[in-house]
């Protein structure tokens, strides 16, 4: 049964090659000697096709069941016949014994070789005596092929040893070629797992550069001693800073970085990483201390789609450090510690979102209990005081205490609906079973009845039709926030709503009053303060961040108020609005 195997045996191919080079001899030899017959050569069509057999073996790391002993056995049946066939010692094949001694010490080193020279030998004796060859010269002749046998076999005992050193050495390097990828895959693992644990952009970024330094040099020796440079630049208010680095001063520490050149603004513009041979001249990375030993330098680019966190640099002394398998494992790392970034971004985002909505929701119940105390408790406190001096009147003016009544009843129906109409500003349920258009028109009319405030709308349906449920109800809210601001400190008599679209993906919400207006800068720079006038800006900008929209206020004293939010209806109508320049 054939037996596969990993890795060939140089042994086989040394028998091989000197096997072919036997047969070309034989060949030469009987070319010479004229004797290239075919009825007195068919050994040696037979040694070829042997031959030939062995080397597809060889090729495919195959081995028949007793390899080397057939294979022994078999060159000295068909170099014995070959030596019979051509005439014996008297033939020009004489040397053919040759072929087994080689055979022999390669395959089983001095044992091999003697055996083998003392088997022909034998063979030549027998032959020489049947053909009737003078003893003395027969018994010479097996002399020679017996020290050639232990000749070759010394010989076959040395390249063995020598092979086997080699092998071992080979295999050892193989082994730790194995054991350094396996670290290296062992480091890759481990910086996916850190990085997909953490939510911590400081854990992150040293994550990333060290687990980027093992991955590198598996070997610990080896990692001690590498002067490897590397660093973590974010982008922070227009900037590179350094998040995190290894070989850096302090002072590098604080360097920013504009990447308006060199190697970090290819990087960042293309988004692909760029490798270089002379970093130390870079015109921006030339200022840090930490790079001016180092020849080579490679930046992958922290980038996802638009979105762009910042650069992973490493740097060496030496000028082929990077090679294309290292420069492999730096673009994985990259990868990972882009994805790491950006789940640490997002919990960030839903952590300040969630304050945000906290806060959202304190001003709202801030607004409802000002509101009720403004409106409805007021009122209903004036009812209860009246009531009190109307049961008074009761003894002594019954007809004045009947129209007091009267206008009781009236304030108590005006405060029903105020309750009612904040009842439906905190939710129209309205929105819900009918849309934003009936939603508003219900608030227009809402409005009227309750405050006598008019307010006209423009609502495109077509609008309308492509927002889901849950922008519907922040919009109603944004115009809401609006309308009220405007009721209450416009003194307009007219507030006129719209909502159109003006460009392919992006409508335009618009609430517009002809009322007192406001200084815009003054009231924004009063937000610090908490000025009750300043609230309604801020409700409104966070309201118009939730729909991805783009808020614009301006208003003059005397000069009215008009609100405009940009809402973006697509993905890429949102880029075009708040990446203009990118966008062309």
Known sequence: MLRKYETPYMADWFAISLRWIMLVGLIVSLGLG??????????????????????????????????????????????????????????????????????????????????????????????????????????????????????????????????????????????????????????????????SSTLSYKRVLESALNLSATALNPDPDQLLNDPLTGAVMLFSGGKLRIGSARRFTNADMRITFDAAEGILKKAIDEGDPVFVKDIGYDPELGRVVGLRNCTSGYCFPLRSGFNVYGALLFAHPDPNYFTAERRDLLDIIGRQAVIAIQNARLYQDLVEEKERMVEIHEEARKKLARDLHDGPTQSVAAIAMRLNITKRMMTKDVKAAAEELAKLEELAHRTTKEIRHMLFTLRPLILESQGLAAALQSMADKMMETFGQRVTLNIDEQVTSQLEMGKQGVIFYIIEEAVNNARKHASAPVIAVSLKPVEAGIALLEVADNGVGFDVKAVTEAYDKRASSSLGMVNLQERAELVNGLLQIESRPGKGTKVQVYIPLTEDAADRLHHPQRAK
Do not use: C
């Open 34 to 195: 004229g004797k290239l017959g075919l009825s007195s050569s068919w050994p040696l069509g037979l040694l070829i096709g042997w031959n030939l057999v062995m080397t597809a073996l060889a090729g495919l790391n195959v081995r028949i069941p007793y390899h080397r002993p057939i294979s022994m056995v078999m060159d000295l049946i068909l170099s014995g016949a070959f030596f019979q066939v051509q005439g014996g010692l008297y033939g020009p094949a004489v040397w053919s014994g040759l072929l087994p001694i080689l055979t022999g010490s390669i395959y089983f080193e001095l044992p091999g070789a003697l055996i083998s020279s003392v088997i022909f030998s034998v063979w030549m004796i027998f032959a020489s005596i049947q053909a009737g060859v003078d003893l003395r010269f027969t018994l010479a002749a097996s002399g020679i092929q017996i020290v050639l046998g232990l000749m070759f076999g010394f010989l076959g005992r040395r390249l063995i040893t020598h092979m086997r050193q080699n092998r071992i050495l080979w295999q050892d390097t193989e082994e730790r070629k194995r054991a350094m990828q396996a670290e290296r895959m062992r480091a890759i693992y481990e910086l996916t797992t850190t990085l």
